[in-house]
């Protein structure tokens, strides 16, 4: 059996056992609803009862020992409820890993990365988009760990430090499924829906919003000494021992008081508003700083923040907690008054809210930024471990790039065909040549999504992937541009243009350039010109690459040009149907299909002999 089958075969036991699980925690909350309604409608009736027949005291006693049972039954009630909800978002985590293994673009997230349209390769190779690469990959709860994704994915150049770096992470993490799905149940938890999400920006936003007057310590000091001395002076009035001094202190005290807090602005409102989404991100930092990884590994070096004992991030966060919820005594107006007349305490937790913020406006963003890192290598890392038929590549400095069982992760394992490639000269170029849909615009992508994967530190779709560090280009889908009075072929002309122009820049880094159907815009004649003249161009510049053409006539080039072969993909008919075996062979194609594909949708077309043969 397929090794990614029984991948599959394990994650399908494991949605039903939780099927089961649900099930039953399910029946048990309903089983809660109606104790509760039990317990409220018997607790009515006996107080009731108690109240008539025995006495006030008596049903005093029968209604707060009702009140006592249904809180009791509520609050288990409520575990049952968040364990429910735990078990169904857990289950959605493999019902959504089974789904990344299927292809089954219908139930993954949808992507919201995007790249500018002069992109050298993201529209061609689908890495972005509806049925895109990072579409798949993505597993982050964080808008900032998805955009980290995309941003490795759509680098146009290779970072090689930070490519072996992400590869030994994705290396150490891609054994750690529990981790893993347990940080992304805590995301979903803390976002309160798996569709929600969690936006760092927003945090930062409000850790970096400067108070117009911040409080300082001296003003906390003047007034609780205002407050004091008030206090103090109205005991001694209300013993007769001293005139009604107390109130010019307190007017001191109320006014200064009014003064310094009109002063904060809406510190408090924004404090309130950040509460919800300080207590979520809590959740998510107390389960890193709980993870213990193998001691001096990358993934301990980089979690690193989460273990400063001097300031654990969940502390701090719980601190914030606290006084946030100090100030929501201004919710209830005449409390509020009642204790701020007394005691400056609005003020005094305005200065510890902005001194507690002040002080993690710096220690923030490392912790978001770790966590949104920690997020991406997750989606490489999950991927890895859903195809284990995937390999890591090896890059190294050179100019070559040499595959085995290369295929394409987004077409279905069922329907893939693995080849073998290699290009291991600088300015050399391998002409493709095959009938229409034999295979030679997939095999361009299967080359370049695989170059981005292993850019970007992941797994690539290979037995084996040797390949030197390469800037990616390709000319795969071309679009007319109509708002800007472009046609399909001006279109193609400054595509290929800006291609040659990144071939003869002088760059550290040669180019990988991937061109399908050249100048397939324009008439056979001048295709076939264009055509000679621009692989003349590319043959022996700082790069190398694949160039895939229905013109057999350019198969000659390899006369002309040294660093020039042929390969090909072929078909055959079978029983009256067009069949394709995808196999990417040496030389030139021997096979044309255009014409027998017109005959076999039944069109009139007469088929010359030599095409029959």
């Known amino acids: 059996m397929d090794v990614k089958q029984r991948r599959l075969e394990r994650l399908e036991r494991r949605v039903a056992r939780l099927d089961r699980q649900i099930a039953m925690l399910r ?50 009630h409520r575990r049952v409820q968040a364990s429910l909800r735990r078990h169904d978002y857990w289950q959605r985590i493999q019902r959504l890993h089974r789904a990344r293994i299927r292809l ?8 919201r990365a995007s790249a500018p349209p002069d992109h050298p390769f993201a529209h061609d190779l689908d890495i972005v988009g509806t049925r895109s690469l990072h579409r798949l990959l993505n597993t982050a709860v964080s808008l900032e760990g998805g955009n980290r994704l995309a941003d490795w994915l759509l680098a146009t150049e290779p970072d ?63 007034l609780s000494v205002l407050a004091g001395v008030t206090a103090a002076l109205f005991i001694a009035a209300a013993q007769q021992r001293l005139p009604q001094w107390w109130m010019l202190t307190f007017l001191l005290y109320a006014g200064y008081s009014l003064f310094r807090l009109r002063e904060l602005g809406d510190l408090f409102g924004q404090a309130l508003s950040m509460q919800a989404v300080l207590r979520n991100l809590h959740g998510i930092f107390r389960y890193l700083e709980a993870y213990r990884f193998a001691p001096n590994s990358r993934l301990a070096d980089l979690s690193a ?41 609005d003020l005094g937790f305005a200065y510890l809210l902005t001194r507690q913020r002040t002080r993690l406006s710096a ?37 070559h790039v040499e595959a085995q069982g290369i295929g394409h992760p987004l077409i279905p394992f069922e329907a893939k065909v693995g080849n073998d490639f290699s290009l291991t000269e600088s300015g050399s170029v391998v002409l493709i040549t095959g009938s229409n849909m034999s295979g030679k615009s997939s095999f361009l992508r299967t080359l370049g999504i695989n170059l981005v994967l292993a850019y970007a530190g992941g ?34 002309v400054r595509r290929l243009k800006r291609l040659l122009d990144a071939l003869e820049a002088e760059h550290p880094y ?61 078909e055959a008919v079978v029983d009256g149907r067009m069949t394709f075996d995808y196999r990417l062979r040496p030389g030139p194609c021997p096979t044309t299909n255009a014409l027998k594909i017109m005959q076999l949708e039944g069109l009139p077309v007469e088929i010359p002999d030599e095409a029959r043969s």
């Open 160 to 222: 090689p430090e930070a490519l072996t770096r992400r590869q030994a992470l994705v290396r150490e993490l891609t054994s750690r499924s529990h981790f893993r799905d347990r940080l992304t149940l805590y995301g979903w938890l803390a976002a309160g829906h798996p569709d929600a999400g969690i936006t760092g920006d927003h945090v930062l936003a409000w850790f970096r919003q400067e108070t117009a007057t911040p409080p300082a310590l001296r003003d906390v000091v003047l």
């Open 510 to 570: 040669p180019l990988c350039f991937l061109i399908d159907e050249i100048f397939k815009g324009t008439n056979n004649r001048e295709r076939l010109i264009g055509s000679r003249s621009y692989i003349h161009a590319l043959a022996g510049r700082n790069g190398l690459g694949v160039v895939s053409t229905h013109d057999l006539e350019l198969v000659q080039l390899a006369d002309e040009i040294p660093q020039l072969r042929n390969a090909h993909f072929r």
């Open 27 to 76: 029946a048990r909350s309903d089983a809660y609803v109606r104790l509760r309604v039990g317990i409220a409608g018997v607790g009515l009736v006996i107080t009731c009862l108690a109240f008539s027949q025995v006495g006030n005291e008596a049903g005093y006693f029968s209604a707060a020992a009702s009140l006592l049972v249904f809180l009791v039954a509520a609050t288990f």
């Open 104 to 111: 089954d673009w219908v139930h993954l997230p949808a992507s």
């Open 305 to 345: 923040p989460f273990h400063d004992p001097r300031e654990r991030p969940s502390a701090v966060l719980r601190r914030i907690g606290r006084i946030v919820t100090a100030t929501s005594l201004r919710n209830n107006p005449i409390l509020w008054t009642m204790v701020n007349a007394v005691v400056p305490w």
């Open 363 to 399: 220690r923030m963003p490392v912790w978001l930024d770790t966590w949104s890192e920690l997020e991406a290598l997750n989606a490489l890392a999950a991927f890895a471990d859903l195809n284990p038929d995937y390999t890591l590549p090896v890059v190294r400095v050179g100019s």
């Open 459 to 492: 797994p690539v779709n290979a037995d084996h992937l040797d390949t030197a560090l390469f800037r990616v280009f390709s000319t795969i889908r071309i679009n007319d541009s109509l708002t800007e009075g472009f046609s399909y072929f001006y279109a193609e």
